[in-house]
């Protein structure tokens, strides 16, 4: 079992910066993908960001360019640094977490993120 807690979510004018951080209660070596995702109100969970243990990431195409994607093994840590936010960005981002070899998926509770003028 592994518990994942987000932060860095809050309210941010368009334009502006965000880096939210999900940390976990245990070593992440074994969780081969770390990734956030996002769910705007009335929206279905979208992948946003993925990263794998060798450090390959995955964006989606509407953040390209805007969000980078990151893990620390050592402190056991993911982060998404947002930067040009936009109206459209606002959601509630979720941590998830998994191994390749298991099936059990790992989520946090969720940070607010809210960009508006």
């Known amino acids: 079992q592994v518990q994942l807690v987000e932060s860095g979510g809050g309210l941010v004018q368009p334009g502006g910066s965000l880096r939210l951080s999900c940390a976990a209660s245990?070593?992440?070596?074994?969780?081969?993908?770390m990734a956030w995702y996002r769910q705007a109100p009335g929206k279905q969970r979208e992948l946003v960001a993925s990263i794998t243990n060798g450090g390959r990431t995955n964006y989606a195409d509407s953040v390209k360019g805007r969000f980078t994607v990151s893990r620390d093994n050592a402190k056991n840590t993911v982060n998404l640094q947002m930067n040009s936010l936009r109206p459209e960005d606002t959601a509630v981002y979720y941590c998830k977490a998994y191994s390749t070899l298991s099936p059990q998926r790992y989520w946090g509770q969720g940070t607010q993120v809210t960009v508006s003028s």
């Open positions: 245990r070593n992440i070596f074994s969780l081969d993908v």
